[in-house]
């Protein structure tokens, strides 16, 4: 049997879109239009987890188990992923923000 969500449509978004400047998504927040601030915002969450992450990490290249711990107990990422993994039975992939083209993009993946 699939596993199956509902997902609502979004004004505005598409399979790639710009990196956002704070004031442009005020500005298309105020317009009505949240689903074009919304892949902006999940990119905000999942650069800085890597950079907790990367952090965390130091000098031996490796996270230590406490350390990891408090990441996913207080991290926004971890968190969004923690519910969509419960709720939806699935997660997000993130590929990096593509400077040279001001496009990415951000795939909803099934969550072994």
Do not use: C
């Not at 317009?31 to 990119?43: E, I, P, T």
């Amino acid at each position: 049997m699939p596993h199956m969500a509902y997902l609502p449509p979004f004004a505005g978004i598409a399979p790639r879109e710009e990196r956002m400047s704070p004031a442009a998504r005020k500005r298309w927040m105020g317009r009505g239009l949240a689903g074009a601030v919304l892949r902006n915002l999940l990119y905000d969450f999942w650069k800085q987890n890597s950079e907790a992450r990367e952090q965390a990490r130091g000098l031996n290249h490796r996270i230590l188990p406490s350390e990891l711990a408090k990441i996913r107990k207080n991290d926004s990422w971890e968190q969004l992923l923690q519910v969509l993994a419960e709720v939806f039975k699935t997660g997000l992939s993130v590929y990096p923000f593509n400077d040279p083209y001001h496009m990415r993009t951000t795939f909803f993946t099934p969550q072994p």
